[in-house]
């Protein structure tokens, strides 16, 4: 099943709303070029799955972490990791097995990694605006 949303940045928290509704998985790939607005809309499915923590680009540190009330998310920016030995050096396996919430961007870098059961968000620029597309897992 696919959803197509085109919004503008105003909107990114309805849109973080659409997607927790209709996500099968709680591993979520993010696909899109720099700057298209991935830490953006993370940001907003973070506070909108209950999260009240700074919501910040991993960039630097690869993964943060944030506190739900029953669950964590895990948010990966592996923008700057090289190879996969890099993602087991900081033990993503260990990430990636765990039941809490992964946000993953630049998730290509890990592909041979990851399972069968996420769900993929791909993001563009649109010509006045933003057009997601998510790929749902089909159980």
């Known amino acids: 099943m696919k959803l197509e949303i085109d919004f503008s940045l105003n ?3 309805n849109v973080a709303k ?3 509704e209709n996500v099968k998985t709680k591993t979520l ?11 953006t809309l993370i940001k907003a499915i973070v506070k909108v799955l209950g999260s ?3 919501v910040s680009s ?14 964590k998310v895990y948010h990966f920016d592996l923008y700057r990791i090289n190879d996969l ?7 993503i396996e260990d ?25 993929s968000i791909d993001l563009e ?10 790929n749902l897992l089909e159980k």
Not at 29 to 39: E, H, N, Q, R, S
Not at 59 to 64: G, L, Q
């Open 125 to 134: 620029l649109g010509s006045n605006n933003r057009i997601l597309r998510l």
């Open 95 to 119: 990430y990636i097995d765990s039941d809490n919430w992964k946000l993953i961007e630049w998730p290509e870098k890990i592909k041979p990694i990851l399972t069968d059961q996420f769900d």
């Open 58 to 71: 991993p960039t630097f540190s690869i993964v943060n972490e944030y506190q739900l009330n029953n669950d």
């Open 11 to 13: 909107d990114v928290e």
């Open 52 to 54: 009240v923590d700074e």
């Open 29 to 39: 790939l993010f696909y899109g070029d720099m700057g298209v607005g991935k830490t």
């Open 18 to 20: 659409q997607l927790i």
């Open 85 to 91: 030995e890099e993602a087991y050096n900081f033990g």
